[in-house]
């Protein structure tokens, strides 16, 4: 019962500090859930912004594990395509759109993170769970109209030796030339700046503050220095997986504009590079889920037995790194 009392002063204590310091409470939780941090916001709009994000990632790789067992196919078969027309297009133009729409869901999701992070008062109302889920909705339907020329182009093309393989029927080499360069600026070129510079501006403003607090010696209520290693980390592994799965990829279909005929071993380093495509881009909900402990909280809460509400919160703080 004491144990209970001193508990619930201590709640006391900091709910008093978080109305008097809103700007710093923001940094209790790593992954900027306002409403951590603000208690007049809508708690339930707010808690599962970043699962929307994630949820859609599993959406993309659910449709990488749709798409894949029938490219496996192909290529095992030297090429040859046995499914049809209509699916090749389909297969084709999913495959192409899954890219697009994984790039920009993580380039929405960075934006997201820096506005709750450095301006978190800033555009509130697109940080409700409806407002997120709409945009996650638009951003699909804009995938999908950007891979316009893959639902055109995608057929079976059947060669001159009998073979018949399912890709993108572009007969100019000034039409492969505009499609590899608007598919590698789309899927990438535009989205890793977007998502480097909202990082490093997270970066930047969390250990301004943390210098700051630290040097004013204020109370601690901004991130401790494990929290901001524990950021810095968490945001070299995303930029970190982004460039190594994807980068290979584009880099080669670049290379492949200026090699009139590769070689096997371009065709070695090319499958290798899609493979990795796609073995990174199904671990990135995992990733995002370890490395933030808003979910890795929610995980052990599940597996702990029931405490009163009171004490449940002032251990989530402690918890979530």
Request: charged share 15%.
């Amino acid at each position: 019962m004491e144990g209970y009392m001193q508990g619930a002063a201590c709640e006391c204590v900091r709910a008093l500090v978080r109305v008097e310091t809103p700007m710093r409470i923001v940094w209790y939780d790593e992954d900027a859930e306002i409403h951590e941090d603000f208690p007049w916001t809508d708690k339930s709009a707010k808690k599962t912004v970043p699962d929307v994000y994630v949820g859609n990632l599993a959406v993309a790789d659910l449709v990488h594990v749709t798409v894949m067992p029938f490219l496996i196919h192909q290529w095992a078969r030297g090429g040859h395509w046995v499914f049809g027309s209509t699916l090749c297009t389909i297969i084709t133009s999913l495959d192409n759109c899954n890219q697009v729409a994984c790039a920009a869901v993580m380039t929405a999701m960075s934006l997201d993170r820096y506005l709750a992070l450095v301006h978190p008062f800033r555009l509130l109302s697109l940080r409700t769970r409806s407002r997120t889920i709409r945009i996650n909705l638009f951003v699909w339907a804009a995938s999908f109209i950007m891979v316009l020329p893959a639902w055109v182009h995608a057929k079976v093309i059947r060669f001159r030796d009998g073979l018949e393989s399912c890709s993108l029927n572009l007969v100019s080499p000034k039409e492969v030339l505009w499609y590899t360069l608007y598919q590698t600026v789309t899927s990438f070129l535009l989205p890793l700046p977007l998502i480097l510079i909202c990082y490093i501006l997270i970066l930047c403003y969390t250990w301004r503050m943390y210098r700051k607090n630290k040097k004013a010696h204020r109370y601690n209520t901004s991130l401790p220095r494990e929290r901001v290693v524990r950021l810095t980390k968490m945001v070299l592994v995303l930029v970190a997986v982004f460039l190594v799965s994807v980068g290979p990829y584009h880099v080669l279909q670049l290379v492949n504009l200026s090699v009139p005929r590769p070689s096997l071993a371009y065709h070695t380093c090319y499958y290798l590079s899609v493979c990795l495509s796609y073995a990174a881009s199904s671990i990135n909900p995992f990733i995002y889920i370890l490395l933030s402990g808003h979910f890795r909280h929610r995980l052990v809460c599940r597996d702990t037995p029931s405490m009163p509400s009171v004490e449940r919160e002032i251990q989530a703080p402690r918890s979530s790194f």
